[in-house]
């Protein structure tokens, strides 16, 4: 055994020379493996083998190292003493064979040797200390060993260190190489932690009596050394080593000793940082020194402290890297040094820090107020006298404006609350400080990124926020300090981004106050003047909840407040609050800024504020209320929506107020104070006055009155005057809020004061400013006249109350929609203007008809005639270039449609609709696309309201019905898609209104009229066809609904419709006077000799559509007399056919009867002819073609033309098998037939011509493909098409290759679709069998053969005739004849699986005889036979399977290795559906199953995913008959199809059930394994190995001797050489786990 594990070793180790790293890991693997079962052996084996071979490269040496230390580590407590004495030995010498260091190679053996110290650290020690002699420098890893000794054994290095020290001290001298010098720093460094964790943990040390001054001169000597001779050396890895090491040893130096070196050892030290970048280390180092001077007392410090602090405040100063993590370790290390010192000497410190809180640097302020917040926290004791003196020197950094400053302050003032100092005076401006940092703005968006180290306002403002709101929920000695001090910052508007904490702050607050002191008032008035008043707190907190989501949601939170103080606010306010304000909160938290409509929550805070002041319901309080509003307004300039909103308030609470004095003395002054200039706030203004005229509509209106007679309305002013100083611009501004004023008063005054004061106090005031120019005053002037009119109306509702001024103020409208330029929309002036016209139309009296005609005109022209909007123009939304925005479009569109609306309502007539139609007739009928647009869809929207408001009391003619039915028709082809909808919508809605007009009910629906909606999609898309149908559709509709009365109208209007600007719609009235002649055909019947010919020369002549409809109507009516002659006229048409010969052949499709005698001659014509003819190349030796005849071409051509018009449907439903089988097998006889060579010229240009018609393929096979398509589609099986299309069926159909494929596909959509149709294609398919051409038998084969796989061929007793005709198949000489009778015999298992018993011996002779198919070179009739019978088997008799089945199994086992992966999947299969029958026969075919056992668990890797399904089916299928249940288990849950597996741990479970159950199989497995070593797939030969491996693994003892080693090492070690690193890594694996059978 012993030479079997040293063999495998070997091998291993010889197999470290890999150069793949991943392979040299597995090696390593290996090699860890074998030394967990032999680890003395493996050991041993390793020491010998690395002797041996001692040139080899340390790479490798390193590998095998490695291991030896995983090795020891694992097995480091049964280690015997012996084996760990060669380890010792061999890395001793391995570190210490090359003088030079050779860091991978000595570290791995330094590693060794340090894992065995763990235990052995006598022995190691012992072996080590040999190459460790006075006065002679030893090898740099000798020292490092001893240094990682001293880190990973403390216990049982310490001991050793003052023999090394006293060995040592002399050698430090003699280093004279960096890395030596290096070496020793580390080793004195590690020496010291050492010594002090020792000492530290006496109580577990094995020698307690070991002591600091043990090493105290030993290590004094070498900080001589270090310091004296080495710190100042030049490289500067070597300073920071010493200086590392100082640190360290300064524990352990003798106390005076180390006070007499301070003051040289301090400065030396602080000298280095000038010298270094990476600073840490020195950081440590002093901070080390520092700690242990002050240990002992030292008084050096003293003198040295400003040096130290000089020098360590530029260290905190300079900004940290959050990359680079020692420059945060450094940061630290700086911060305990600043502790350690404020801890001794705190006057000093803060003498040092505070005058640096001035310095203009922002560093310096910013790392000093770092070191005051670590000592604040660090030093409590000491800096609790020091409170006030640090307060006061905080002044100037509340006042730098810094941002990384005050992030710094805001730290500091958080340990500050923390300790007791805002509770000092002077901590309010701490606080103020705190505050106005959460009101910081946000930063200005940026295009590129801040720095990550220069925080922004946004940073600075979120921990200020947070800051505030841990002081105020956390701290609780914060209480008395925030409140109610805060409440001092909620009115100040500066402070507005900070409400949301403040508010939460103070709700916190004053739950906790409530607890102390129950409901009584909160806030102590009488202990802070500062304090906001009630009223201006309720006034601050409910105009800002206006905006509940602005400020990080501030709504909630002011509405928390306010509820949380209204016993403070006002007693009789708790109820009221403690029932609405929460509803309020939960309101706002519900919903979304987006979701939340902001006029409805205003209205509902207006009603809690009216709510309120009925509550109090007291007029002092009121007043004073009201009055302090006012003084807010203009802390909100700059805050428009906010400030709107205050106004509605102040609006809202002068109507609650009963002074009238206070009231007009209110009004007045908001009039004077009001900030014209700011459009924004006229909506408030105008708000306040309209709501205070609720109940002071007097009042209002007098002071308004008052305000226009006033000196701001004059050029000459007084001197005194307030408005003295505004512009002529500024009074227009003026004049515009006033007029706004004027109609919000209107709208909201009660209804029962506002008529007698309309005229005479409102509109005279604002007529006066008609004349103006200014587009503001203009639009105030519209809005508030369109305000006034809708409150007069909803006045009147009961009354006859006349506006007298509403023809002027009509007019008025009509001229400022007049003055706006036609080629631009820049204002809503029109709409505003026809808004308000459509309210005064409404008022009495009525217009006249010229008021009435120009307001229309003036309306339409405004609108209809404004150029097309460009979508990039207007892509962003504002308009840009574009003439006018979308948005304002659409709203000026919508107000002028619901204008005339208004104007047909008030003449609900015939002669009105007529009126309106004579305004819109030339905007219909405009030759400019837009124009038509728009008006056909004012149309649609008219008719469709004058319908819908008809109420005919006696029936009446609808007089001039065919005029306006003739202006929309032709309108349905109108080239803009949009027009031809809304002009089906008008005819619709005209034919609707004859109908009511005839006496009809308007509930009532017409069937054909209905039919007009379902059109309408027929014409979104412009396509010829569609077009043409629906227009003729609609024309019938016309037809059969028009009186007689109007039917000449129509026609006349109609051919005046003929000259129409649009193509289109010339088209359409086409389609309706062919309609109406279509009637009287017989007069055409003189002229039917001369038609065919004129037709022709006329479409070529002329290309428009109605030629083209009234040429097939002509085609149609011939064809029905004279059939024959028409038939062959076309025929004899030039191939390709033209657009106009296809038109006329289509229009033959009209009539069934007819349709049929057509198609039954055309079929003749294909049949009548050979298909094709051979013809040999010209060239001698050229290979023959075959030429298609033309007249079965033609013939062809002309049936899909026929059967593409959907009138031929009935007739080809009658000749639907005769048609089937003819084009089935004229689609067959065509594959790779070629054209004629005098048509193939035509073929290339009618391929490149742009018409649909001329452009179809004329190549026999596609036309032919084309033919049948459309025969499906028109005979009733377009299911079948589409089947057949979406499986790519009729692509498969025209290439050679793979024609079979594609009638496979085809037969299949067939039994699905259309069965019923089987019966007579099948009876005319048979005999085709046995046709003379080949292409005809595949074609009937594979139809026949796909239709087997359907049930509905037993369903239609049509199997027995079929199966025979398979049958017969069997010795056709075209092989794939032979293949797909085979398929098809193989199909009755899905198709019949009943039937499959009766014929099982017949149908299993079958597939034996393909499987044994001599003539099969390629295997494919084979493959095949196993495919069905793999369906077959399933429902076979078991006495008809079990005579075959080991012939069966025996035949396809050599496929389970095929190169072709269908052989392999399909045998694989088939062997899993045979294991269902293999109980009669259960030892012999077990026998195969371990045969291909191997074979079918190593192609789980198989490169292609459809064979490692069938691996997958077979083991599921094989596992029941192997006799182990777990190995079952496993196969059935582990190998399904939709689960993925992973492979390793799947053979891994697999090999340990078969070692279990079959152990006396392992010599037969891993034979059968090392066949699949020379696999050409990667993966499957990777996969042999790692299942041997797995086998090993798992086999008992005894058994292992079944296996020739020598044999299997001598494999593996081959397969080892193997090119990819993924078989080697599977190797070096297996050769690792093969120990268990050595």
């Known amino acids: 055994?012993?030479?079997?594990?040293?063999?495998?070793?070997?091998?291993?180790?010889?197999?470290?020379?890999?150069?793949?790293?991943?392979?040299?890991?597995?090696?390593?693997?290996?090699?860890?493996?074998?030394?967990?079962?032999?680890?003395?052996?493996?050991?041993?084996?390793?020491?010998?083998?690395?002797?041996?071979?001692?040139?080899?490269?340390?790479?490798?040496?390193?590998?095998?190292?490695?291991?030896?230390?995983?090795?020891?580590?694992?097995?480091?407590?049964?280690?015997?003493?012996?084996?760990?004495?060669?380890?010792?030995?061999?890395?001793?010498?391995?570190?210490?064979?090359?003088?030079?260091?050779?860091?991978?190679?000595?570290?791995?053996?330094?590693?060794?040797?340090?894992?065995?110290?763990?235990?052995?650290?006598?022995?190691?020690?012992?072996?080590?200390?040999?190459?460790?002699?006075?006065?002679?420098?030893?090898h740099y890893f000798v020292m490092q060993t001893f240094s990682n000794l001293a880190v990973s054994n403390v216990f049982g290095m310490v001991p050793f260190l003052n023999s090394i020290l006293g060995t040592m001290l002399p050698m430090l001298g003699m280093a004279k190489q960096d890395h030596m010098k290096s070496v020793f720093c580390y080793a004195l460094q590690h020496f010291s932690e050492s010594i002090q964790e020792y000492v530290a943990n006496l109580d577990q040390a094995p020698d307690p009596t070991v002591r600091k001054d043990t090493f105290c001169n030993e290590i004094f000597s070498a900080y001589e050394v270090l310091f004296n001779s080495w710190l100042q050396h030049r490289e500067p890895k070597l300073r920071l080593a010493v200086v590392e090491a100082l640190g360290a040893m300064s524990y352990l130096m003798p106390g005076e000793k180390l006070e007499e070196q301070l003051p040289k050892l301090i400065p030396a030290v602080l000298s280095l940082y000038k010298k270094h970048t990476e600073t840490f280390y020195i950081s440590k180092s002093l901070c080390q020194i520092l700690e242990a001077s002050v240990d002992i007392g030292s008084r050096s410090l003293d003198v040295q402290l400003d040096a130290l602090m000089g020098t360590l405040h530029p260290q905190i100063c300079a900004p940290s890297d959050p990359a680079v993590p020692l420059t945060i370790k450094n940061h630290t290390e700086v911060l305990r040094c600043f502790t350690v010192l404020a801890c001794s000497f705190p006057d000093r410190v803060l003498t040092f820090l505070l005058p640096k809180l001035e310095s203009s640097s922002e560093r310096t302020r910013v790392g000093t107020l770092l070191i005051m917040r670590q000592i604040i926290n660090s030093a409590p004791s000491q800096m609790e006298i020091k409170k006030p003196f640090i307060l006061s020197s905080m002044k100037l950094p509340l006042q730098d404006s810094n941002n990384k400053v005050r992030r710094a302050v805001v730290q500091v003032i958080s340990a500050m609350a923390h300790h007791g100092y805002l509770e000092q005076p002077g901590g309010e401006a701490m606080l103020e400080f705190l505050v106005r940092q959460c009101a910081l703005p946000s930063d200005a968006p940026q295009k590129q990124l801040p720095d990550a180290d220069d925080p922004t306002s946004d940073s600075?403002?979120?921990?200020?926020?947070?800051?505030?709101?841990?002081?105020?929920?956390?701290?609780?000695?914060?209480?008395?300090?925030?409140?109610?001090?805060?409440?001092?910052?909620?009115?100040?508007?500066?402070?507005?981004?900070?409400?949301?904490?403040?508010?939460?702050?103070?709700?916190?607050?004053?739950?906790?106050?409530?607890?102390?002191?129950?409901?009584?008032?909160?806030?102590?008035?009488?202990?802070?003047?500062?304090?906001?008043?009630?009223?201006?707190?309720?006034?601050?907190?409910?105009?800002?909840?206006s905006r509940p989501y602005t400020g990080d949601g501030r709504g909630a939170a002011a509405l928390r407040l306010l509820h949380a103080l209204c016993c403070s606010v006002h007693p009789a306010l708790e109820q009221l609050w403690s029932k609405r304000v929460p509803l309020l909160v939960e309101r706002i938290e519900e919903n979304t800024e987006k979701s939340l409509h902001p006029e409805e929550w205003e209205e509902e805070l207006l009603l809690l504020l009216q709510e309120t002041l009925a509550a109090i319901s007291d007029n002092a309080w009121i007043c004073h209320f009201v009055t302090e509003m006012c003084r807010q307004l203009n802390g909100y300039n700059g805050f428009p929506a906010e400030k709107n909103f205050l106004y509605k308030c102040i609006g809202t609470t002068l109507g609650a107020c009963v002074s009238k004095e206070l009231v007009q003395k209110q009004l007045q002054e908001l009039l004077e104070t009001a900030r014209y200039n700011e459009e924004a706030e006229w909506e408030g203004l105008a708000s306040c006055f309209g709501m205070c005229a609720i109940n002071h509509l007097e009042e209002t209106l007098a002071k308004l009155e008052d305000f226009v007679r006033s000196d701001v309305f004059k050029k000459s002013v007084g001197l005194f005057s307030i408005f003295k100083d505004r512009s002529d611009h500024e009074v227009e501004k003026i004049k515009s809020a006033l007029i706004l004023c004027y109609g919000f008063v209107a709208a909201h005054a009660p209804r029962e004061l506002l008529l007698s004061r309309v005229e005479a106090d409102i509109l005279r005031n604002i007529s006066q400013y008609f004349s103006t120019k200014d587009l503001?005053?203009?639009?105030?002037?519209?809005?508030?006249?369109?305000?006034?009119?809708?409150?007069?109306?909803?006045?009147?509702?009961?009354?006859?109350?006349?506006?007298?001024?509403?023809?002027?103020?009509?007019?008025?409208?009509?001229?400022?929609?007049?003055?706006?330029?036609?080629?631009?929309?820049?204002?809503?002036?029109?709409?505003?203007?026809?808004?308000?016209?459509?309210?005064?139309?409404?008022?009495?009296?009525?217009?006249?008809?010229?008021?009435?005609?120009?307001?229309?005109?003036?309306?339409?022209?405004?609108?209809?005639?404004?150029?097309?909007?460009?979508?990039?123009?207007?892509?962003?939304?504002?308009?840009?270039?574009?003439?006018?925005?979308e948005e304002l479009f659409a709203d000026t569109f919508g107000a002028l449609q619901e204008l005339l609306r208004t104007l047909l309502q008030r003449s609900l007539t015939p002669h009105g609709l007529q009126d309106m139609f004579a305004h819109l007739g030339p905007w219909i009928k405009s030759s400019k696309q837009h124009e038509r647009q728009r008006a056909v869809e004012l149309s649609a929207a008219l008719l469709d309201f004058y319908l819908g408001r008809l109420n005919v009391s006696t029936v009446v003619p609808f007089y001039n019905l065919g005029v306006l039915i003739a202006l929309f028709s032709p309108r349905c082809s109108d080239s803009v898609g949009s027009v031809r909808q809304r002009a089906v919508d008008c005819v619709y809605s005209l034919l609707y209104i004859q109908l009511c007009y005839e006496g009809f009910a308007r509930d009532h629906r017409?069937?054909?009229?209905?039919?007009?909606?379902?059109?309408?999609?027929?014409?979104?898309?412009?396509?010829?066809?569609?077009?043409?149908?629906?227009?003729?559709?609609?024309?019938?509709?016309?037809?059969?609904?028009?009186?007689?009365?109007?039917?000449?109208?129509?026609?006349?209007?109609?051919?005046?419709?003929?000259?129409?600007?649009?193509?289109?719609?010339?088209?359409?009235?086409?389609?309706?006077?062919?309609?109406?002649?279509?009637?009287?055909?017989?007069?055409?019947?003189?002229?039917?000799?001369?038609?065919?010919?004129?037709?022709?020369?006329?479409?070529?002549e002329v290309d428009e559509e109605h030629v083209r409809k009234a040429a097939q109507q002509t085609v149609y009516i011939l064809a029905a007399q004279h059939t024959g002659v028409v038939v062959s006229s076309l025929l004899g048409s030039t191939l390709p056919f033209d657009s106009h010969t296809c038109a006329m052949w289509r229009a033959l499709a009209a009539e069934p009867g007819l349709t049929a005698q057509i198609l039954e001659q055309l079929l003749e014509k294909v049949t009548g002819d050979v298909p094709y003819k051979e013809s040999r190349a010209f060239l001698l030796g050229g290979s023959s073609e075959r030429v298609a005849t033309p007249l079965p071409m033609a013939a062809t051509c002309a049936l899909h033309e026929i059967m593409s018009a959907p009138e031929s449907g009935p007739a080809v439903l009658g000749l639907y098998a005769p048609l089937f089988v003819t084009l089935l097998l004229r689609v067959s006889c065509t594959v790779g037939v070629q054209l004629p060579k005098s048509l193939q010229g035509r073929e290339r240009k009618s391929s490149s011509s742009s018409n649909a018609a001329t452009s179809r393929s004329l190549q026999p096979c596609s036309c032919a493909v084309q033919t049948l398509r459309a025969m499906l589609a028109r005979g009733g099986s377009e299911a079948v098409a589409a089947a057949v299309g979406s499986a790519g069926g009729w692509e498969l159909m025209e290439n050679p290759e793979r024609h079979h494929e594609g009638i496979a596909v085809l037969a299949g959509s067939m039994a699905r679709h259309a069965g019923p149709r089987l019966p007579l294609i099948v009876k005319s398919l048979i005999p085709t069998l046995s046709s003379a051409f080949d292409s005809q038998r595949v074609t009937a084969t594979a139809f026949l053969a796909e239709l087997l796989s359907s049930n509905v061929v037993n369903d239609l007793m049509l199997l027995e005739g079929v199966m025979d005709s398979m049958t017969g198949r069997q010795k056709d000489p075209c092989l794939l004849v032979r293949v797909l009778a085979?398929?098809?015999?193989?199909?009755?298992?899905?198709?019949?699986?009943?039937?499959?018993?009766?014929?099982?011996?017949?149908?299993?002779?079958?597939?034996?005889?393909?499987?044994?198919?001599?003539?099969?070179?390629?295997?494919?009739?084979?493959?095949?036979?196993?495919?069905?019978?793999?369906?077959?088997?399933?429902?076979?008799?078991?006495?008809?399977?079990?005579?075959?089945?080991?012939h069966i199994a025996i035949r396809i086992r050599p496929f389970f290795d095929s190169e072709q992966p269908d052989l392999r999947r399909s045998s694989i299969v088939l062997f899993g559906n045979l294991t269902k029958f293999s109980e009669g026969d259960c030892e012999a075919f077990f026998e195969q199953i371990l045969n291909g056992l191997v074979t079918l668990l190593l192609h789980l890797q198989d490169p292609k995913p459809e064979v490692v399904r069938a691996c997958k089916f077979a083991l599921r299928m094989c596992g029941p008959n192997m006799g182990c249940e777990g190995l079952c288990d496993m196969f059935l849950n582990h190998l399904r199809e939709d689960r993925s597996l992973h492979y390793g741990e799947f053979m891994n479970n697999v090999c340990k059930h078969l070692m279990q159950s079959y152990p006396e199989m392992l010599n037969r497995l891993v034979l059968t394994n090392l066949f699949y070593f020379k696999s050409t797939w990667v993966d499957i030969r990777a996969a042999a190995p790692m299942f041997i491996g797995f086998l090993v693994l798992h086999v008992g003892e005894d058994h292992c001797h079944q296996v020739d080693l020598e044999q299997l090492i001598s494999a593996l070690n081959l397969l080892l050489k193997d090119p990819v690193p993924a078989v080697r890594m599977k190797v070096a694996e297996t050769l690792g786990r093969l120990v268990r059978i050595l």
Request: hydrophobic fraction near 40%; proline fraction near 5%; include cysteine.
């Open 1382 to 1446: 085979l398929r098809g015999l193989g199909n009755i298992a899905v198709g019949a699986p009943e039937k499959v018993h009766k014929h099982g011996a017949k149908l299993l002779a079958s597939m034996v005889n393909g499987m044994d198919d001599r003539d099969d070179p390629n295997n494919l009739v084979a493959l095949e036979a196993m495919t069905s019978l793999s369906k077959l088997l399933e429902h076979l008799e078991e006495r008809d399977v079990q005579a075959m089945l080991l």
């Open 1006 to 1100: 017409d069937e054909m009229v209905e039919g007009l909606k379902a059109l309408k999609r027929g014409l979104e898309e412009p396509d010829f066809t569609v077009l043409f149908r629906t227009c003729t559709n609609i024309a019938m509709v016309i037809g059969k609904r028009v009186p007689p009365d109007q039917l000449m109208s129509l026609l006349l209007a109609m051919f005046e419709g003929l000259a129409d600007p649009d193509k289109n719609c010339s088209r359409a009235a086409t389609v309706m006077i062919n309609a109406l002649l279509k009637e009287r055909g017989a007069v055409l019947q003189d002229k039917v000799p001369d038609i065919m010919s004129i037709i022709h020369s006329k479409l070529q």
């Open 776 to 885: 503001t005053l203009k639009l105030c002037l519209i809005r508030s006249v369109a305000m006034v009119s809708r409150a007069v109306r909803g006045s009147t509702k009961c009354t006859d109350f006349a506006l007298g001024r509403k023809a002027e103020l009509v007019a008025q409208m009509v001229e400022f929609i007049k003055a706006e330029p036609l080629d631009s929309m820049r204002t809503p002036v029109r709409q505003w203007a026809m808004v308000t016209c459509t309210h005064l139309v409404l008022l009495e009296p009525q217009l006249n008809d010229p008021d009435r005609t120009e307001l229309t005109d003036a309306c339409l022209a405004g609108v209809l005639a404004l150029p097309p909007l460009d979508p990039l123009c207007d892509r962003d939304g504002d308009g840009g270039d574009a003439p006018y925005s």
């Open 460 to 545: 600075v403002r979120s921990i200020s926020v947070n800051t505030l709101l841990l002081l105020s929920t956390t701290v609780d000695r914060m209480n008395n300090v925030l409140w109610p001090y805060l409440l001092e910052f909620v009115t100040p508007v500066q402070f507005t981004n900070a409400l949301t904490p403040i508010c939460k702050s103070l709700m916190h607050l004053s739950v906790k106050k409530r607890e102390e002191g129950g409901n009584t008032s909160l806030i102590p008035y009488d202990l802070n003047g500062n304090l906001p008043s009630p009223h201006a707190l309720t006034t601050r907190l409910l105009v800002v909840s």
């Open 1 to 138: 055994m012993e030479a079997r594990t040293r063999r495998l070793a070997t091998t291993l180790m010889d197999a470290t020379t890999d150069k793949e790293p991943l392979v040299q890991e597995q090696i390593y693997n290996a090699l860890c493996y074998l030394g967990e079962a032999e680890p003395e052996e493996i050991l041993h084996c390793c020491d010998e083998y690395l002797r041996q071979h001692d040139k080899l490269a340390y790479p490798h040496r390193v590998i095998i190292l490695k291991a030896m230390e995983t090795v020891v580590k694992n097995n480091i407590s049964s280690l015997d003493k012996s084996t760990a004495k060669v380890v010792i030995f061999l890395a001793s010498n391995e570190m210490t064979k090359s003088k030079e260091v050779v860091w991978e190679w000595q570290q791995a053996a330094s590693n060794v040797l340090v894992a065995v110290g763990q235990r052995f650290i006598n022995k190691v020690m012992e072996e080590v200390l040999t190459k460790f002699q006075p006065g002679i420098l030893p």
